[in-house]
Protein backbone atom coordinates (compact mmCIF):
# COMPACT_ATOMS: atom_id res chain seq x y z
CA UNK A 1 0.00 0.00 0.00
CA UNK A 2 1.59 3.19 -0.91
CA UNK A 3 2.18 5.65 1.78
CA UNK A 4 0.49 8.97 2.08
CA UNK A 5 1.64 12.43 0.84
CA UNK A 6 2.88 13.44 4.13
CA UNK A 7 4.19 9.94 5.08
CA UNK A 8 6.17 10.62 1.46
CA UNK A 9 7.80 14.12 2.75
CA UNK A 10 8.53 12.42 5.78
CA UNK A 11 10.03 9.48 4.22
CA UNK A 12 11.34 10.88 0.75
CA UNK A 13 15.28 11.94 2.20
CA UNK A 14 15.48 8.09 3.39
CA UNK A 15 14.59 6.25 0.52
CA UNK A 16 16.52 8.56 -2.00
CA UNK A 17 19.52 7.14 -0.20
CA UNK A 18 18.21 3.45 -0.18
CA UNK A 19 17.60 3.83 -3.88
CA UNK A 20 20.79 6.04 -4.60
CA UNK A 21 22.64 2.69 -2.97
CA UNK A 22 20.12 0.34 -5.02
CA UNK A 23 21.52 1.57 -8.33
CA UNK A 24 24.86 2.23 -7.47
CA UNK A 25 24.76 -1.89 -6.96
CA UNK A 26 22.84 -2.00 -10.19
CA UNK A 27 26.11 0.30 -12.10
CA UNK A 28 27.93 -1.91 -10.83
CA UNK A 29 27.14 -5.43 -11.26
CA UNK A 30 25.73 -4.41 -14.46
CA UNK A 31 29.62 -3.50 -15.51
CA UNK A 32 30.93 -6.64 -14.49
CA UNK A 33 28.29 -8.18 -17.20
CA UNK A 34 29.87 -5.97 -19.55
CA UNK A 35 32.98 -6.84 -18.90
CA UNK A 36 31.83 -10.33 -19.41
CA UNK A 37 32.42 -11.54 -15.82
CA UNK A 38 28.36 -12.96 -15.46
CA UNK A 39 27.93 -15.14 -12.72
CA UNK A 40 25.18 -15.97 -10.30
CA UNK A 41 26.95 -13.45 -7.50
CA UNK A 42 25.99 -10.50 -9.82
CA UNK A 43 22.98 -11.57 -11.01
CA UNK A 44 21.18 -11.56 -7.58
CA UNK A 45 22.45 -8.63 -6.85
CA UNK A 46 21.03 -7.58 -9.77
CA UNK A 47 17.73 -8.96 -8.99
CA UNK A 48 17.63 -7.89 -5.25
CA UNK A 49 18.73 -4.52 -6.11
CA UNK A 50 15.50 -4.06 -8.63
CA UNK A 51 13.13 -5.82 -6.72
CA UNK A 52 13.74 -3.34 -3.40
CA UNK A 53 13.92 -0.64 -5.74
CA UNK A 54 10.46 -1.66 -7.57
CA UNK A 55 9.16 -1.83 -4.23
CA UNK A 56 9.91 0.78 -2.93
CA UNK A 57 9.45 3.04 -5.77
CA UNK A 58 5.53 1.96 -5.36
CA UNK A 59 5.47 2.41 -1.03
CA UNK A 60 6.41 6.20 -2.53
CA UNK A 61 4.08 6.34 -5.45
CA UNK A 62 6.89 6.81 -7.83
CA UNK A 63 5.27 4.90 -10.66
CA UNK A 64 7.89 5.47 -13.20
CA UNK A 65 10.74 4.30 -11.08
CA UNK A 66 8.59 1.19 -10.10
CA UNK A 67 7.55 0.39 -13.77
CA UNK A 68 11.39 0.35 -14.62
CA UNK A 69 12.68 -1.68 -12.28
CA UNK A 70 10.08 -4.22 -11.91
CA UNK A 71 11.06 -5.07 -15.82
CA UNK A 72 14.31 -4.81 -14.65
CA UNK A 73 13.67 -7.84 -11.79
CA UNK A 74 11.78 -9.83 -14.44
CA UNK A 75 15.12 -9.77 -16.51
CA UNK A 76 17.56 -10.84 -13.65
CA UNK A 77 15.03 -13.45 -12.04
CA UNK A 78 15.53 -15.06 -15.43
CA UNK A 79 18.58 -15.20 -16.18
CA UNK A 80 19.31 -16.12 -12.76
CA UNK A 81 19.63 -19.65 -14.10
CA UNK A 82 22.21 -18.47 -16.37
CA UNK A 83 21.03 -20.65 -19.38
CA UNK A 84 20.41 -16.96 -21.43
CA UNK A 85 23.18 -15.03 -20.58
CA UNK A 86 22.58 -11.30 -21.50
CA UNK A 87 24.15 -9.75 -24.99
CA UNK A 88 25.70 -6.81 -24.96
CA UNK A 89 22.86 -4.80 -26.51
CA UNK A 90 20.56 -6.08 -23.22
CA UNK A 91 23.44 -4.85 -21.08
CA UNK A 92 24.14 -1.20 -22.63
CA UNK A 93 20.13 -1.54 -22.52
CA UNK A 94 20.18 -2.50 -18.91
CA UNK A 95 23.03 0.48 -18.26
CA UNK A 96 21.04 3.04 -20.05
CA UNK A 97 18.34 2.65 -17.99
CA UNK A 98 19.89 2.75 -14.58
CA UNK A 99 21.56 5.94 -15.83
CA UNK A 100 18.04 7.24 -16.39
CA UNK A 101 16.99 5.92 -12.46
CA UNK A 102 20.10 7.97 -11.27
CA UNK A 103 18.79 11.20 -13.31
CA UNK A 104 15.03 10.21 -11.97
CA UNK A 105 16.55 10.21 -8.14
CA UNK A 106 17.66 13.53 -9.07
CA UNK A 107 14.67 14.98 -10.11
CA UNK A 108 12.69 13.51 -7.32
CA UNK A 109 15.19 15.03 -4.49
CA UNK A 110 15.16 18.34 -6.32
CA UNK A 111 11.49 18.93 -7.29
CA UNK A 112 9.69 15.92 -6.29
CA UNK A 113 8.62 15.08 -9.20
CA UNK A 114 9.64 11.93 -11.11
CA UNK A 115 11.37 11.76 -14.66
CA UNK A 116 9.21 9.64 -17.74
CA UNK A 117 11.04 6.25 -18.47
CA UNK A 118 8.03 5.02 -20.37
CA UNK A 119 10.69 4.62 -23.20
CA UNK A 120 12.91 2.38 -20.88
CA UNK A 121 10.15 0.64 -20.07
CA UNK A 122 9.20 -0.29 -23.52
CA UNK A 123 12.62 -0.76 -24.38
CA UNK A 124 13.23 -3.32 -21.84
CA UNK A 125 9.91 -4.69 -21.66
CA UNK A 126 10.54 -5.53 -25.78
CA UNK A 127 13.67 -7.04 -24.99
CA UNK A 128 12.34 -9.00 -21.74
CA UNK A 129 9.41 -9.83 -24.29
CA UNK A 130 6.75 -9.60 -21.55
CA UNK A 131 4.39 -6.73 -20.70
CA UNK A 132 4.16 -5.65 -17.07
Do not use: W
Request: hydrophobic share 40%; proline share 2%; with cysteine.
Amino acid sequence: MPLSQEERIKYKALYLKAARAYVKELEINLTLLQEGKEAKEPMTSLHRAAHSLASQGTMMSFQSMSSVTSVMEKLFEGRKTMEHPFSQDAITQLIEATTHLSICLDEIDKKSLESDLSQDVEKLQMLAEISV
